[in-house]
């Protein structure tokens, strides 16, 4: 069975910090794909990124970046220069082939909360 | 944004009573989902569908079932609320191609079962 975890539950930074949300999957597919969501105060679920397990490059895009190392089955997400628009919590998610429907697994979620 | 809305937004009812919450898109996408938001557990799958009338269960999925009988609509329905459903349904499109497998998710309903 596919599991997600992200072991912190609440990171507290004050704005312009950086801040690394951690990332641990666990799946018997060799083919699978990784995704980041963030959820603001608001409640919408906002699709940040998707990555293959074949393109383990790292990404940047604007103040965020991602690691990904399958060879420890993490997909790391970091927020440079912290904002205070960054507070929200974010879900690391894993999905299944496409022959069995896409589902996604999502770990529990981390809530960034950055001060001014 | 991608044209999914849900309806209702935001609900109270008593153990016991039927619900029916629907989901609505514009993309003509094929799959459509949906899960379950609770403190602590993330997002939890309940029901999807692959096409008309082609529905199969997900990670939590007793208590809840799902019809779909046009491509645009997805229903879930709760046949006898309890509350430990009270909870935050979201309901998410996708579009299932080769590179292009993100869902995207509608704004939720927030559901209160008294």
């Known amino acids: 069975a596919q599991k997600v975890t992200q072991a912190q539950t609440e990171i507290s930074v004050v704005e312009k910090e950086d801040v690394t949300l951690d990332c641990v999957y666990e799946?018997?597919?060799?083919?699978?794909?990784l995704f980041w969501y963030k959820q603001p105060p608001s409640g919408e679920l906002v699709f940040l990124i998707r990555?293959?397990?074949?393109?383990?490059q790292n990404e940047i895009s604007g103040r965020y970046s991602w690691n990904f190392q399958k060879s420890t089955s993490s997909f790391n997400f970091t927020i440079t220069a912290s904002q205070v628009v960054d507070s929200a919590v974010y879900f690391c998610?894993?999905?299944?082939?496409?022959?069995?429907?896409?589902?996604?697994?999502f770990g529990g979620g981390t809530r960034v909360l950055v001060k001014p | 944004d991608a044209g999914i809305t849900q309806s209702p937004r935001h609900k109270v009812t008593e153990t016991g009573t039927p619900v029916t919450l629907r989901c609505h898109q514009t993309?003509?996408?094929?799959?459509m989902y949906w899960y379950r938001q609770d403190p602590g557990h993330g997002l939890r799958l309940i029901h999807y569908?692959?096409?008309?009338?082609?529905?199969d269960k997900g990670e939590v999925s007793d208590g809840y079932s799902v019809s779909r009988s046009k491509t645009e609509d997805f229903l879930l329905t709760l046949e006898s609320a309890t509350s430990s459903q009270t909870s935050v349904y979201f309901c998410?499109?996708?579009?299932?191609?080769?590179?292009?497998?993100?869902?995207?998710f509608g704004p939720g309903t927030r559901l209160t079962v008294l």
């Open positions: 998410a499109i996708s579009y299932l191609g080769t590179e292009n497998n993100e869902q995207f």
């Open positions: 799946t018997r597919d060799t083919t699978y794909y």
């Open positions: 990555r293959n397990s074949f393109d383990e």
């Open positions: 998610a894993l999905s299944e082939p496409k022959a069995a429907g896409n589902k996604l697994t």
């Open positions: 993309e003509n996408h094929r799959y």
């Open positions: 569908s692959y096409g008309v009338k082609d529905t």
